[in-house]
């Protein structure tokens, strides 16, 4: 039956619902190309092991499982997927009922959460085209347990299936004979490396624009290629981003940002006239970002991108606070220039533009308090003798703020032989840490005043004189 014309309520697990038009998207239940396991490279030896079983559990119990979303997309490509998620038409409750080890979060569209040791399955009951207006009409609740018996936010598989997002993301692997089920030829369009939004695509941009986000980040991540009709409406449209409520900004931050292709996913952003509205004072500072200040975020880029693919620890604060650093020097600039101190300026410029960041994306305390710290201690680096600069040496926040540092000499915005002085003290052992800065008591074994290195190095740094990211 085709319900084209009716309003309903889009609402994606954890996102704010956004009222749509369904014209957008097509719901005349075509039925699905089904591709059976011979015309498929997916094999279950590269599905995790508590995906299979949620999967075996649910299709013995009757009902119908799959493999959705990016898990087989992934496996298709031939890529190990980040997790793995599983549809069905058993119910929530039915869900749990087969599982000990299930939760189920969210409010109206409940999943489940099956846990089995670190790893999470995520399992969706297949969504239906029901209204949030309707909702009292549609559900049926018990009256003796009030249990709720029917409840059309639930469908069928042929109703799910247009609610996702790009034809890539739209497949579903079969448990019950490992067939792919394929209602949108996202199996061809993964093949040939596109990215395709399912319906019409300013609609469905309109109704969660943070699809455009998703969008850039498919195309960094896959190397996909966007559908020209969606370039060339995203950046008609990316000014919708800022009515995304600033924590789900947040999640979509990491996703992008923290998984290895940040380097990536941040030309994506420019490219499709996106990153303006993620972070307006970054992108006001940065201009057409061909230059040093560029620079200097691509390498903070590609550095954590370096870290990520060594399997080192990385923090979102990094990657936000060289994205703040430029506005906030800037800043810090201006407010000297009325009269306060370079220590009083940072800290205020840190603070404000740390403020006005997490307005637009809700970066936790957790993060943006160290996040400000490490912008506002550079001007400790300027300071290389005395207690104070040792304190600072073995604070725990010296190492984030050095490796800012790190960053700015390498794009010219710091001086680099100071950048190497602090290198070097690093690696003294502490009694020697102490001389170099000047600490040595008195009658302690003469003062060595270092060569290459040394203060004498810094001096000569100094004269040379630090650029600004012009
Ligand atoms: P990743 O590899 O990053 O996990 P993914 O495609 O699995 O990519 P998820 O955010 O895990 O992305 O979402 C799982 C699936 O849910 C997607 O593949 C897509 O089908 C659907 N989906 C997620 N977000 C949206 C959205 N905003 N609009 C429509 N469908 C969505
Ligand atoms: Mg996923």
Known sequence: MARAGCYYRYAWPSHKPVFLLTDSIQTDHPAPQIIPRSDHNISRADISKPALKVLYRLKDAGYQAFLVGGSVRDLLLGRHPKDFDVATDAHPEEVRALFGNCRLIGRRFRLAHVRFGGEIIEVATFRGLGTEESAGADREVSAETGRLLRDNVYGSIEEDVWRRDFTANSLYYNIADFSIWDFTGGVADVRARRLRIIGDPEARFREDPVRMLRAARFAAKLGFDLDDESARLIPQLAQLIGGVPPARLFDEFLKMFQAGHALESYRELRRHGLFDHLFPATAAWLGPGTDARGRFLEAALANTDARVAEDRPVTPMFLLGAFLWGPVADRAAALAGEGMTDFQALALAAAELSREQTERIAVPRRFSIPMR????????????????????????????AYDLLMLRAGAGNADPGLAHWWSTLQALPPEEQRRELGLQRAGAPGRRRSGRGGRSARRAGDARGEQPLA
């Not at 506002?376 to 984030?400: E, H, Y």
């Open 373 to 400: 710290e490490m912008l506002q201690l550079q001007i400790r680096f300027d300071k290389t003798r005395g207690a104070r600069a040792l304190v600072f040496l073995q604070s725990p926040r010296f190492r984030a």
